[in-house]
C-alpha cells in the first residue's frame, strides 16, 4: 500500500523518530495536519497569531532569526501555548554547514534553538553529517528522542536548482544509516520523492486563491498538496498571517488540508 493511503494513525507505528511518532498521533487526534508558518517579525504578533490559531493547527513553525525583540521570556510564552494548544514547534533554520558548524548553530549563539524547538529543517546538501552534527549538539540519547529534523528534499521556489539526483540521495539520507531515527520528515512538493510511510511530508506553498508571489514563490491549493503531491502536513503562512481574520482563516485551511486528507485516504 502506498504511504499516502494510510492513516496517520497507521503511520505513527511505522515512523522511526520519536517526534514523528508523537506528531502523527497529534494530527490524528487534534485531527488537523496544517503547519501555521509565523513569519511576522514582532514577538508579541506571533504570540497572539498562536494563541488564535492554536486549536486549529499541528505545527508552529518559525523563523526566529526574523523576530526584531527575541527574548527568552518570547520563548517560554510560546511554549507554554504549544502546552494549552497542544501543536510542536518548527523552526524553519534550513540548517546547511558542515557537522561542527551545525552543532554550535543548533545549540549555541542567541537562539539556542536545541532547547526549545521540537523540529528543525536542514539542506542535505553536505551529506549525511548534517544529521551526526546535529545530533551532536543534543548531548544524551533521551534529548535526541524528543527532537527531530525534515530534510529538504525539493523546495518550491521557482528555479530551484534541485534536481532528480539530488531529491533521490536526499530520501537516501533519511531513510538508510545509523541516524534515521533523528529524521521525522521531507520537506518536498511531490509524492514521488519518497516511499517510507514513517516519514512524514511536509509541504509549503500552499494558498488558496494565489499562484505566485512577487519573489519566486509558488502556490498550489490545499486539495493539489494533499491529494496529488502527497502532503501531510500543509505550511500556510501568508495566506491565513495576512488575513484580516487570522483565526477564520486558520480553520478554513485547516477543514480544506483535513477534509483532503479523509478523501485522500478513504479512496
Ligand atoms: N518554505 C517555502 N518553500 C520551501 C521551503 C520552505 O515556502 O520550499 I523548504 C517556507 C518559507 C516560508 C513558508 O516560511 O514556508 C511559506 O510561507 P508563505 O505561505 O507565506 O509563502
Not at 28 to 36: E, I, V
Request: charged residues 25%; aromatic residues 8%.
Amino acid at each position: 500500500l502506498q504511504r499516502t493511503r494510510l492513516t496517520y494513525e497507521n503511520r505513527s507505528n511505522l515512523a522511526k523518530s520519536a517526534v514523528a511518532k508523537r506528531l502523527f498521533q497529534l494530527m490524528a487526534s487534534k485531527q488537523t495536519n496544517l503547519c501555521l508558518s509565523a513569519d511576522v517579525t514582532k514577538a508579541d504578533d506571533i504570540l497572539d497569531i498562536a494563541d488564535k490559531c492554536g486549536p486549529y493547527i499541528c505545527l508552529l513553525k518559525t523563523h526566529i532569526d526574523i523576530v526584531e525583540d527575541f527574548s527568552e521570556g518570547f520563548i517560554t510564552n510560546l511554549q507554554a501555548l504549544a502546552k494549552r494548544h497542544n501543536f510542536l514547534l518548527l523552526e524553519d533554520r534550513k540548517f546547511a554547514d558542515i557537522g561542527n558548524t551545525v552543532s554550535l548553530q543548533y545549540g549555541k549563539g542567541l537562539y539556542k534553538i536545541s532547547n526549545w524547538a521540537d523540529l528543525v529543517t536542514a539542506h542535505t546538501l553536505p551529506g549525511r553529517s548534517i544529521l551526526q552534527g546535529l545530533k551532536a549538539a543534543l548531548g544524551n540519547v533521551e534529548a535526541g528522542q524528543e527532537r527531530g529534523v525534515f530534510l529538504l528534499s525539493e523546495m518550491s521556489a521557482s528555479g530551484n536548482l534541485i534536481d532528480d539526483k539530488y531529491k533521490e540521495n536526499s530520501n537516501k539520507i533519511a531513510t538508510e544509516g545509523g541516524d534515521i531515527d533523528f529524521v521525522a520528515g521531507i520537506v518536498c512538493q511531490s509524492s514521488n520523492a519518497f516511499a517510507f510511510p514513517g516519514l512524514i511530508q511536509l509541504t509549503p506553498g500552499v494558498k488558496i486563491d494565489e499562484s505566485v508571489d512577487k519573489l519566486g514563490q509558488q502556490y498550489q491549493t490545499p486539495e493539489l498538496v494533499v491529494k496529488e503531491r502527497g502532503a501531510d502536513i500543509g505550511v500556510v503562512g501568508r495566506g491565513i498571517i495576512q488575513a484580516n481574520d487570522v483565526q477564520k482563516a486558520a480553520i478554513t485551511y485547516r477543514d480544506r488540508l483535513w477534509t483532503a486528507y479523509k478523501e485522500r485516504v478513504a479512496k
